[in-house]
T-cell receptor
Framework: AQKITQTQPGMFVQEKEAVTLDCTYD???????LFWYKQPSSGEMIFLIY??????QNATEGRYSLNFQKARKSANLVISASQLGDSAMYFC????????????FGTGTRLKVLA | DVKVTQSSRYLVKRTGEKVFLECVQD?????MFWYRQDPGLGLRLIYF???????EKGDIPEGYSVSREKKERFSLILESASTNQTSMYLC?????????????FGPGTRLTVL
């Protein structure tokens, strides 16, 4: 069954440093999409970045990049030059290509950026 | 910009009450979703709808029902609220097809059942 695993419940990072948030997934589909969302304390989920299973290059969006290792079934989020405003919950999610409408979410990682 | 709105940010209800949570999106999205979010459990899908009057159960539909009479509106109904339904409820929408279509979320409703 499809599953998303985020093994880091909480992390700290110093301001201006880079941080990697881990995400592994399990699917039997060849076609799938992977998403990262940010949830600040206000509660609203914000889409950050997307990686398709057939994309050969790692996705990047500004300070966010996705370290996609297909053989290892991992899709780690890398945040460069951390800012205080990056403190939030981060969720990894997957959507399979087998005609489902569903998105599967991990349990999240709470990131705290230290000044 | 896509806008997903939810009727209340905070709601307090009593056990046994019928509770309605409303969600409206303004981008003509076909898909709409209701999740509940609990600490350590992430987001769990309650119901989703892929068209008007169409709905499918998610992973935890027990105790909930939904209604989608218009494309832009998706309602979550707690027929008889119980204390174990105290949670954060998130509504989301997305375009119909395509792996690349991210979900757009509302601000959430924090429901407390006493």
């Amino acid at each position: 069954a499809q599953k998303i695993t985020q093994t880091q419940p909480g992390m700290f990072v110093q301001e201006k440093e880079a941080v990697t948030l881990d995400c592994t997934y399990d699917t039997s589909d060849q076609s799938y999409g992977l998403f990262w969302y940010k949830q600040p304390s206000s509660g609203e989920m914000i889409f950050l970045i997307y990686q398709g299973s057939y994309d050969e290059q790692n996705a990047t969006e500004g300070r966010y990049s996705l370290n996609f290792q297909k053989a290892r079934k991992s899709a780690n989020l890398v945040i460069s030059a951390s800012q205080l405003g990056d403190s939030a919950m981060y969720f990894c999610a997957m959507r399979e290509g087998s005609g489902t409408y569903k998105y599967i979410f991990g349990t999240g990682t709470r990131l705290k950026v230290l000044a | 910009d896509v806008k997903v709105t939810q009727s209340s940010r905070y709601l307090v209800k009593r056990t046994g009450e019928k509770v309605f949570l409303e969600c409206v999106q303004d981008m003509d999205h076909e898909n709409m979703f209701w999740y509940r979010q609990d600490p350590g459990l992430g987001l769990r899908l309650i119901y989703f709808s892929y068209d008007v009057k169409m709905k499918e159960k998610g992973d935890i539909p027990e105790g909930y029902s939904v209604s989608r009479e218009k494309k832009e509106r998706f309602s979550l109904i707690l027929e008889s609220a119980s204390t174990n339904q105290t949670s954060m409820y998130l509504c989301a929408s997305s375009l119909f097809m395509g792996l690349t279509n991210e979900q757009f979320f509302g601000p959430g409703t924090r429901l407390t059942v006493l």
